[in-house]
């Protein structure tokens, strides 16, 4: 509770200075609209319904595209961890397209896909699937010798070893896998969003911007990094940190 106080000033605080610091210094709207100008565009956008069929077509984007990025993560990682050879190619490659941001693949998406769904959720999937791949293939390697030493020892061996002990040996990282992948995969749908033709955050943040309100444009960014802390904070770092006490890797509180 304190904590949550003590953010909540900070914010407050962080606002009335930005409030202050455009009136006193009489900023123009074009370059940075007041606080109360940003939540006067939100309230417009909730009213007349476009936060909300943004939001859900956002996120119906998001769900396609990072259900296929964790399946395709889950298999390269399994793929890279037990084969040699793999880690060595295929495993350089994906290290290399992790240092490229999302938004340099627009130009290629248009090419294959036009401007359509299809480009939106093929960014949404490289931006959550690489993240995916390296903690699964990590998680499996990092498997304590301890515990196949003593699966083993039980007669556990193959496909019986990798099914009964290394793979529930690493779901923390798995955890932590999905939890990067949607924080990449997240800032990857708002890229691709600016390729949209329809309704959605980035989409409109686009649009805001052609048109000069950037009040708008500041209300949107708003609204995207209050999601994205929230859905991390209130489920993916809670749900991890479950796992992990429960693996023994962190102290029950």
Not at 182 to 211: C, H, I
Not at 229 to 236: A, K, N, P, R, Y
């Amino acid at each position: 509770m304190r904590l949550v106080i003590k953010r909540l000033v900070f914010f407050v605080s962080l606002f009335l200075v930005w409030e202050l610091a455009v009136r006193l210094f009489q900023i123009p709207a074009v370059l940075l609209p007041a606080p109360t100008d940003v939540f006067r565009a939100l309230g417009e956008m909730i009213a007349d319904g476009t936060l909300f069929r943004d939001l859900g077509a956002s996120f119906m984007r998001l769900l396609v595209g990072l259900a296929i990025a964790l399946l395709i993560g889950l298999l390269l990682g399994i793929l890279l961890a037990k084969s040699k050879t793999a880690d060595e190619t295929l495993g350089s490659l994906i290290l290399a397209l992790q240092s490229i941001p999302s938004i340099v693949w627009l130009p290629l998406a248009i090419m294959w896909f036009g401007l359509n769904e299809k480009s939106v959720i093929f960014i949404i999937v490289l931006g959550a699937a690489i993240v995916m791949t390296i903690n699964v293939r990590t998680g499996i390697q990092n498997v304590s010798p301890i515990y196949l030493k003593a699966a083993q020892t039980m007669g556990a061996s193959g496909p019986d070893l990798f099914f009964r002990v290394m793979l529930p040996a690493s779901v923390p990282y798995f955890v932590t896998g999905t939890r990067l992948a949607w924080a990449f995969g997240w800032r990857a749908l708002m890229a691709g969003e600016l390729l949209s033709t329809g309704p959605g955050l980035g989409y409109t943040l686009k649009y805001a911007s052609d048109f000069g309100r950037m009040d708008m444009v500041l209300g949107i960014m708003i609204v995207i990094g209050i999601i994205g802390v929230t859905v991390d904070l209130l489920l993916f770092q809670r749900f991890e940190q479950q796992v992990r006490v429960k693996w023994g890797l962190e102290p029950s509180s």
